[in-house]
């Protein structure tokens, strides 16, 4: 029986790249100080900002806001119906069940009222779902943050997405994707300050300390997951991760400090601000306005 290395009680969780095995207080202990510790470490932000954490209702979100919690910061929240199904309804469900739990503001906006829901957009588009909701919901944690008067946006992403991004840019050498994929994408040009405090903390991880925390969160993936090429990079990269512990953490901590630094030299986008609703673009109208004209000509035709 290995034992937690801080107390000598049995231990509940073995960590093999971190060399550790830790008893549930330990470990729950241990995910707050690195998430404290990658919030320093990157200055993501600090007592001055108000902070807005996006919540999906998944574990990453719903672990990384009551993470900050129990640390102490004071972080609202903002959740984003998607219209997809009952899957939405029950991500609204467990998130509004969750801020009240730990007494934060939620705001909740919903797509279908603001332009309107995945599936028909979806349709419309006759592009993959995750891609227009990927666009949409950056779109609206922005524009939202902005309007309610927040300057730092938290999202829940971890080490597996960002290596699943990381390896999707790499077998494409998209350099431009490479040189923004940072923890902390700075404020400005019309953008509010976004950062990920669980990007070394492994989806594995994430999910223990969601369960040792007694988080009701929505175990049931999103009906457009499936298929969604991320999920195979996922899995290529969890059997290297499964032979050499430790892999992960490499590959993506190794990108930060030694290529990245590289590629940002080298980039120079120019945003304007969108003619119709201000957001910024690299156009003259955003793709959410966009996709508005189009739903409206939908409609008229
Ligand atoms: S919610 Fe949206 Fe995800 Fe569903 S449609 Fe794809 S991107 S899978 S995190
Ligand atoms: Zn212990
Ligand atoms: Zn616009």
Not at 240 to 253: A, V
Request: aromatic fraction near 8%.
């Amino acid at each position: 029986m290995k034992k937690c290395v801080k107390c000598s009680q049995k231990a509940v969780v073995h960590l093999p790249h971190h060399r550790l095995a830790l008893c549930k207080e330990h470990y729950v202990e241990w995910f707050e100080n690195r998430v404290e510790k990658t919030i320093r470490s990157f200055r993501m932000f600090s007592e001055e900002d108000r902070v807005l954490v996006a919540v999906s209702g998944g574990k990453d979100s719903l672990g990384v806001w009551h993470a900050l919690w129990k640390l102490g910061y004071i972080a609202d929240g903002l959740h984003i119906n998607l219209g997809i199904g009952d899957y939405s309804e029950l991500s609204e469900r467990k998130t509004r069940a969750f801020a009240e739990r730990i007494g934060r503001e939620l705001h909740v906006i919903s797509l279908r009222e603001h332009i309107a829901d995945i599936p028909t957009l979806k349709d419309l588009q006759d592009r993959p779902a995750c891609s227009v909701c990927g666009t949409l919901k950056r779109y609206y944690m922005n524009h939202t943050a902005k309007k309610l008067g927040y300057s730092v946006v938290i999202t829940g992403h971890n080490l597996d997405d960002e290596c699943a991004v990381l390896m999707g840019n790499v077998l494409s050498w998209n350099l431009d994707y490479m040189a923004r994929q940072y923890p902390v994408l700075e404020e400005g040009k019309g953008f509010v300050r976004k950062v990920k405090p669980l990007c070394l903390i492994t989806e594995k991880e994430s999910a223990l300390y969601a369960f040792l925390s007694n988080i009701d969160f929505v175990e049931d993936e999103c009906p457009y997951a499936l298929g969604a090429s991320s999920i195979d990079y996922k899995l290529v990269m969890a059997s290297i991760e499964e032979k050499s512990p430790g892999t992960k953490l490499r590959f993506y901590s190794e990108f930060i400090r030694k290529v990245r630094p590289m590629l940002v030299a080298k980039q120079d986008v120019k945003l304007n601000a969108c003619r119709v609703c201000g957001e910024p673009t690299t156009g003259d109208v955003c793709s959410v306005c966009r996709l508005k004209m189009k739903l409206q000509a939908q409609k008229v035709s």
